[in-house]
């Protein structure tokens, strides 16, 4: 499944809501839902092949939380739901791309090693010569 499929079907299924949104407006802004909500919890993952459920569950951390986007920046409601469904597919694309590489060990270079132990013998000299002389 391409991510656009994959971004439809939660589209369709998730839990839409809308809301007054806040801000400058005019009068509309008192009368008209602009503000979009979307809603994506784990149990709407049932109807998807079970490896993209898997992949997504994952990625999108469904199991800990629900997914919750908003939106309320435009006037248009249409404007504001257009805006989730871009923030939702880049989600999923995320979600389904490949994990990052494993990150290889390296040694640190002599030169940082000396650095570092040069630095630590300074930092001891410094604070040894706080300390109070020893009197006999």
Known sequence: MTTAEITA???????????????????RRDHVATEARF???ADVLGGL???VAQRLRAGLHLD????RLRSGTERLREHNR???????T????????????????????RGAVE?????K????ATKAQRSSPDVD
């Open 121 to 124: 013998r300074r930092r001891a």
């Open 9 to 27: 079907y939660l589209v369709s299924n998730g839990a839409w809501t809308y809301s007054r949104s806040g801000g400058p407006g005019g009068q």
């Open 115 to 119: 650095r570092r132990l040069a630095t």
């Open 82 to 88: 257009d805006r989730i469904i871009r923030r939702l």
């Open 39 to 41: 809603e994506l919890t």
């Open 49 to 51: 092949p079970d490896h």
């Open 64 to 67: 800990e939380r629900p997914l």
């Open 90 to 109: 880049l989600r999923v694309g995320e979600a389904m791309g490949p994990p990052p590489p494993a990150r290889r060990a390296t040694r640190p270079s």
